[in-house]
């Protein structure tokens, strides 16, 4: 037989705090970061890059802006 021990597999460390995380609140530590990583989604802190697209912000043809 073989008698090597295999450590178990290294987890990253918590993404707010840098400490070592928890399996019940992976990847987080603790609920407390789990909680602030939310909040800083929810506050734009937080955010995925995509490409501006000129034409989401310009007016539709026959368009529903206001006649003046």
């Given amino acids: 037989m073989n008698d090597r021990k295999f450590s178990p597999v290294a987890t990253p460390p ?6 070592p995380a928890k399996p019940e609140f ?6 407390r970061c789990a909680d602030v990583d939310l909040g800083r989604w929810l506050t734009d802190r937080y955010a995925i890059p995509t490409p501006i697209d000129e034409e989401e912000d310009a007016p539709k ?4 802006e206001p006649s003046q």
């Fill in 14 to 19: 918590c993404p707010v705090c840098a400490k």
């Fill in 26 to 31: 992976q990847p987080f530590c603790s609920a």
């Fill in 61 to 64: 043809p026959g368009g529903t």
